[in-house]
């Protein structure tokens, strides 16, 4: 059963520190790694997909790697700031699971990025 | 603007009460799932749908139904409510295989 981890739960760091987040996952068969952001009461906002066959993804200040073989992506956000503050969700979209398409969500990494 | 809509955003109901959370895209998804997020168990997946008139089951499909009478809808009922349905409730779409979700903004449930 695939199972996805997010180290740390929280983190809180002073503004302009770049930062790294971390997402692992039990079974490399997957389709592809998204990264998402959630403000607090709000819905979820898709910041980089990585397919299985991929190293990494840039958008702006972010960027995100996948090792697949040991089950482990990153999101590196550079220059952070407070408007960075929020909840980062990683999800794995499974394979072996028919036509689902069903994502893994990991429980999330809670960022302050203090002013 | 394009997306994923969905209706309402905040909603109380009573024990037994009966109601659709509606979701509706305009991106020509064929793909579309419903999620709830608890504290503690993160999102999980209810229904989905591959596209219109086919749908099935997630992890979590007990105490809602679903139909996929078009492509850009594809609402939820809760057939009678109760407080452990208490939750957000996201829709999310998605083109094809592989392709990466796009999520609605919430419905969030209280039952009473």
């Known amino acids: 059963k695939q199972e996805v981890t997010q180290i740390p739960a929280a983190l809180s760091v002073p503004e302009g520190e770049n930062l790294v987040l971390n997402c692992s996952f039990t079974d490399s068969a997957i389709y592809n790694l998204q990264w998402f952001r959630q403000d607090p009461g709000k819905g979820l906002t898709s910041l980089l997909l990585i397919q299985s066959s991929q190293r990494e993804q840039t958008s702006g200040r972010l960027n995100a790697s996948l090792d697949k073989s040991s089950g482990r992506s990153t999101l590196y956000i550079a220059a952070s700031q407070p408007g960075d503050s929020a909840t980062y969700l990683c999800a794995v979209m499974v394979k072996g699971s028919g036509n689902t398409g069903k994502l893994i969500f990991g429980q999330g990494t809670t960022l302050q990025v203090k002013p | 603007n394009a997306g994923v809509t969905q209706t309402p955003k905040f909603q109380v109901l009573k024990t037994g009460q009966s109601m659709t959370l509606q979701c509706a895209q305009d991106m020509n998804h064929e793909y579309m799932s419903w999620y709830r997020q608890d504290p503690g168990m993160g999102l999980r997946l209810i229904h989905y749908?591959?596209?219109?008139?086919?749908?099935d089951q997630g992890e979590v499909p007990n105490g809602y139904n679903v139909s996929r009478s078009t492509t850009e809808d594809f609402p939820l009922r809760l057939l009678s409510a109760a407080p452990s349905q208490t939750s957000v409730y996201f829709c999310?779409?998605?083109?094809?295989?592989?392709?990466?979700?796009?999520f609605g903004s919430g419905t969030r449930l209280t039952v009473v």
């Open positions: 999310a779409s998605r083109m094809q295989p592989g392709s990466g979700y796009t």
């Open positions: 749908s591959v596209g219109a008139g086919i749908t």
